[in-house]
């Protein structure tokens, strides 16, 4: 069986990263389930660790069978499930208790253990709060974790390294895989929506384990932090370096609003103070799937490559036919940004009266 924990935002909606490592761990069940455990003479199965069965205050059977199974701590709303129908889920556990109204990384992970599979994977999104559950679970459980896994195959799983410049293929022993999905991996898929089960757990926490917990939680203003339009965006138009200036931002801005889409900057452009680190996007900064990315005078450093690696056709705008962008993209011209994109804007003008 597969577990994922699943996160929700502040509506009760699923994040997308959480429906592409759904999609993901029902897209690859029969590979994930391929791993068995150890077996001892006599054929009885060698487990490393007994499971706790359903908490104190549980619901429902609390069966862990086959298929993929969720968890959501906290509210679940209504929306909630019926994403969760379309994504194919079979069993929803719902953890809730006021000792993990708090986010606490070790009660969290401890709720996730005692509804674990014994056998299985336990899995979730690669997102700051799922790297960090997922490596309590690992400790816990005494089993090895694999983060940032972007395929699993008959060979085992494929995760990538070193910000998405390279790939590492590995398996690992034990009953019990726990993974981090990494971002934009794959694409949440709907199918035919299920009926699934809704089982209520409502596990108290140790004292040790609520030692560290969110206690307040503070928002910044929405043009320093808010990262939505950029990551949900199917146009992107980036600009780097080759802008300029503080001030040479105009024919990119008026091409990200001809397309309807948003602005993403390289790591340089925020370094420089020009654009606000929301924009920005690769390793440090936010990793995108558009339709289409426009790459604006950037040169394509590894650690942009690894945040634009999702995007189905990337096209180049710079002055250096030698330059990574332009070698990766599927489309270049090859001239100075300010013209190239100028006459789009014109032409774009002109076809639209």
């Known amino acids: 069986m597969t577990l994922v924990f699943v996160e929700t935002d502040d509506t009760g909606q699923v994040v997308l990263t959480s429906a592409e490592a759904v999609t993901f761990a029902r897209t690859n069940a029969d590979v994930l389930a391929a791993t068995t455990p150890t077996q001892l003479p006599g054929g009885a199965p060698d487990t490393s660790r007994e499971v706790a069965g359903p908490p104190s205050g549980s619901s429902g059977s609390g069966g862990l069978g086959g298929g993929v199974e969720v968890a959501v701590i906290g509210t679940l709303s209504g929306d909630c499930v019926d994403e969760l129908a379309r994504l194919g889920v079979d069993t929803i556990h719902h953890l809730e208790h006021t000792d993990l109204e708090a986010y606490s990384a070790a009660a969290w992970a401890q709720a996730l253990v005692d509804i674990a599979p014994e056998t299985g994977t336990v ?35 494929l995760r990538q390294v070193l910000g998405g410049a390279a790939f590492e293929r590995l398996q690992l ?23 699934p089960e809704i089982v209520s757990h409502s596990p108290a926490a140790a004292a040790d384990d609520l030692r ?41 801005l008026e091409l990200v609003d001809h397309l309807g889409g948003a602005l993403g900057v390289s790591r340089v452009v925020t370094g420089l ?5 929301a924009e920005q996007v690769g390793q440090t900064g936010s990793r995108i799937t558009p339709d289409v990315y426009i790459a604006c005078g950037i040169s394509g450093a590894v650690q942009h490559m690894a ?35 100028g006459a789009v804007n014109e032409e774009i003008r002109n076809r639209r009266g």
């Not at 034990?174 to 981090?180: E, I, K, M, N, S």
């Not at 990262?227 to 024919?251: K, P």
């Not at 103070?273 to 680190?277: I, T």
Request: proline residues 3%; glycine residues 14%; charged residues 20%.
């Open 123 to 157: 899995m979730a999104s690669g997102t700051p709060r799922g790297m960090e559950l997922m490596a309590h679970v690992a400790v816990r459980t005494g089993e090895r974790m694999a983060a940032n896994v972007v395929a699993a195959d008959d060979g085992g799983l």
């Open 307 to 341: 945040g634009v690696e999702g995007a189905k056709t990337i096209i180049a705008i710079n002055t250096d036919e030698e330059s990574t962008m332009v070698q990766r993209a599927d489309y270049a011209i090859i001239g100075d940004l300010h013209e190239v994109v």
């Open 173 to 195: 022993g034990g009953d019990l895989q726990v993974l981090t999905i990494a971002g934009h991996a794959c694409n949440p898929q709907e199918t035919t929506p299920t009926s």
């Open 212 to 252: 560290t917990r969110v206690v307040r939680t503070e928002v910044e203003t929405a043009d320093d932090t808010d990262t939505s339009g950029l990551t949900q965006a199917r146009a992107v138009v980036g600009a780097g370096r080759g802008v300029g200036s503080e001030n040479g931002f105009g024919e990119v």
């Open 273 to 277: 103070g020009w654009r606000p680190h």
